[in-house]
């Protein structure tokens, strides 16, 4: 079966400009996380899902930053007023429920912020 | 506040020596899952290994196995015969087994294993 994609895999923006990455979750899986990985790093929390609720929003950064997942498959990462330290590599990751087995990762996303 | 440490930053073996990956955690919680990922040079995380506290029989899985030691929060990888294919950055985390809403991993900074043919 397929695994949860991302788009796009790269992305270019300059300073101040807006963006918005895409995570498709395993079909059926209920649980959707975003994470941020700096080079050389683990990767760090941002934003849980549950369904179409977002749970928990302690790690994002800013209020620049913003998730939805309106209709409890598709989530939207969005990052408005792009700043050089927003250069990472954003990763989804779903769990088939509400319970806390494996998470399964996309393939990521690399923002390099100019 | 919960942590893991891999203290290893960068391993090298030749190809078919035995390499042990370090992880030792700190959680204040009775209840937990422990976790280990691969994420090979094409940046995908792959999962490999979930253990919750309550187990600490340890796991062998064809080369890969696993050392889990509750009485000095550690998590150990042991690769056996390693492969250049086992080339990559290994990440282990930790999660709280009745979170709530929070079901976050808490993640070490990872051990990058280089095998050399």
């Known amino acids: 079966g397929a695994g949860v994609s991302q788009s796009p895999r790269y992305k270019v923006a300059k300073r101040g400009q807006d963006v918005a990455l895409r995570c498709d979750p395993i079909?059926?899986?209920?649980?959707l996380f975003w994470y941020q990985q700096a080079l050389g790093q683990g990767p760090e929390f941002l934003t849980y899902?549950?369904?179409?609720?977002?749970?928990?929003k302690s790690g994002l950064p800013s209020d620049r930053f913003f998730a939805e997942r309106p209709e409890g498959s598709v989530s939207t990462l969005k990052i408005q007023r792009t700043q050089q330290e927003d250069s990472a590599v954003y990763l989804c990751?779903?769990?088939?429920?509400?319970?806390?087995?494996?998470?399964?990762f996309g393939p990521g996303t690399r923002l390099t912020v100019t | 506040a919960q942590k893991v440490t891999q203290a290893q930053t960068e391993i090298s073996v030749v190809e078919k020596e035995d390499v042990t990956l370090d992880c030792v955690y700190e959680?204040?919680?009775?209840?937990?899952?422990l976790f280990w990922y691969k994420q090979p040079p094409s940046g995908e995380l792959v999962f490999l290994i979930r253990?919750?506290?309550?187990d600490e029989q340890n796991e062998i899985s064809g080369r890969y196995s696993w050392n889990f030691q509750k009485s000095t929060s550690s998590f150990n990888f042991t690769i056996t015969a390693s492969q250049v294919v086992d080339s990559a950055v290994y990440f282990c985390?930790?999660?709280?087994?009745?979170?709530?809403?929070?079901?976050?991993?808490?993640w070490g900074l990872g051990t990058s294993l280089a095998v050399n043919p």
């Open positions: 990751a779903s769990s088939l429920n509400r319970d806390l087995y494996e998470q399964y």
């Open positions: 959680t204040r919680d009775t209840t937990y899952y």
């Open positions: 899902f549950q369904n179409e609720a977002q749970l928990d």
């Open positions: 253990r919750n506290s309550f």
């Open positions: 079909s059926g899986h209920v649980s």
């Open positions: 985390a930790l999660s709280e087994a009745y979170a709530g809403n929070n079901r976050k991993l808490i």
